[in-house]
Nanobody
Framework: QVQLVESGGGLVQAGGSLRLSCAAS????????MSWFRQAPGKERAFVAT???????YYTNSVKGRFTISRENAKNTVYLQMNSLRPEDTAVYYC???????????????????WGQGTQVTVSS
């Protein structure tokens, strides 16, 4: 079965950096769009970044210039490098995967077939 396992979360001071990793198994990784979402307490799960199966990337406006999504297909792993972290970045971060599609709304959680368990990121001020 498909498994997505996130790692790399933790506690960091504002202005610091973290790199999240998501290791996938049970799917043809290179053909899937891989994305990161986050969910803060009391809020809905929100799109952060995507690395589409076509090779292009998109980011939510609040993280542009600070976060970078990348993937290593040979390792079935997607990363999220987070720099210049802010307290408002505090959330549980989830990795998600969806099969290739030209029409899916990649910013919507409902477009995704598989999810990881999440990793906590806490940014202190």
């Amino acid at each position: 079965q498909v498994q997505l396992v996130e790692s790399g979360g933790g506690l960091v001071q504002a202005g610091g950096s973290l790199r999240l990793s998501c290791a996938a198994s049970g799917l043809t990784f290179s053909r899937y769009t891989m994305s990161w979402f986050r969910q803060a307490p009391g809020k809905e799960r929100a799109f952060v970044a995507t690395f589409r199966w076509l090779g292009n990337t998109y980011y939510t406006n609040s993280v542009k210039g600070r976060f970078t999504i990348s993937r290593e297909n040979a390792k079935n792993t997607v990363y999220l490098q987070m720099n210049s972290l802010r307290p408002e970045d505090t959330a549980v971060y989830y990795c998600a995967a969806t099969a290739p599609s030209y029409n899916a709304n990649y910013t919507s959680p409902s477009a995704y077939d598989y999810w990881g368990q999440g990793t906590q990121v806490t940014v202190s001020s």
